[in-house]
């Protein structure tokens, strides 16, 4: 079956570390991939896009990976501040009709 | 509009009543989704619209759960005889077109109670 997996324990991390968040996917062949931030009570906010002939992609201090060939995409964040703590999703296209799912997410917390 | 927008903020039902939830999209914005999410949970693909065409409805939960979209613009997301199962955050999304490419916006979300 497809899956799309995260690390559902919370990533804490000291300000000033890199944070480094892993999407693992099964029985998917992505062209695309998605990386969203979701802050309590609101809606998740898009980040990045990569696509699978892109080794990687970075903007500002945000870096994403993908590995298609071990179905993996790795998000990095640099010189991480208390304000990055939120949880991190990655998306992905599915099926036929397109329809974007979403792993459960990884939640970052940075300490100051 | 400048961001996606969902009405009610939040809704309380009693068990087996009919609530009806809001989505004001992203002028221009073609494409819309409706996604739910559990307490602590990723997010559920219910349903898709391209204009007014739904292509795909393949997640909404059960037959008690309709969507409708109009003038590709506002939809409403129907959710017939609630179940305490059904209380969740029910979040719209839109893009300019669907597509792999699309990023999606996201309304802050109806918080559905059922008591």
């Known amino acids: 079956s497809q899956k799309i997996e995260q690390n559902s324990e919370a990533l804490n991390i000291q300000e000033g570390k890199t944070a480094t968040l892993t999407c693992n996917y099964t029985?998917?062949?992505?062209?695309?991939l998605q990386w969203y931030r979701q802050d309590p009570g609101r809606g998740p906010v898009f980040l990045l896009l990569?696509?699978?002939?892109?080794k990687e992609k970075r903007k500002e201090r945000l870096k994403v990976t993908f590995d298609t060939t071990l179905k993996q995409s790795l998000f990095h964040i640099t010189a991480s501040q208390p304000a990055d703590s939120a949880t991190y999703l990655c998306?992905?296209?599915?099926?036929?009709?397109?329809?974007?799912?979403f792993g459960q997410g990884t939640t970052l917390q940075v300490k100051p | 509009g400048a961001g996606v927008s969902q009405s009610p903020s939040n809704k309380v039902t009693e068990k087996g009543k009919d609530v009806e939830l809001r989505c004001d999209p992203i002028?221009?914005?073609?494409?819309l989704y409706w996604y739910r999410q559990s307490l602590g949970q990723g997010l559920e693909f219910l349903i898709y619209?391209?204009?007014?065409?739904?292509?795909?409805k393949s997640g909404l939960p059960s037959d008690r759960f309709s969507a409708e979209r109009t003038g590709g613009s506002v939809s409403t997301l129907t959710i017939q005889r609630t179940q305490q199962e059904d209380s969740a955050v029910y979040l719209c999304?839109?893009?300019?077109?669907?597509?792999?490419?699309?990023?999606?916006?996201f309304g802050s979300g109806t918080q559905l109670s059922v008591l």
């Open positions: 999304a839109s893009s300019s077109q669907h597509g792999a490419r699309e990023k999606l916006f």
């Open positions: 029985n998917y062949s992505p062209a695309y």
């Open positions: 990569i696509r699978e002939n892109e």
């Open positions: 998306a992905l296209i599915s099926g036929n009709t397109g329809k974007l799912i």
């Open positions: 002028s221009g914005h073609t494409a």
């Open positions: 619209f391209q204009g007014n065409s739904a292509p795909d």
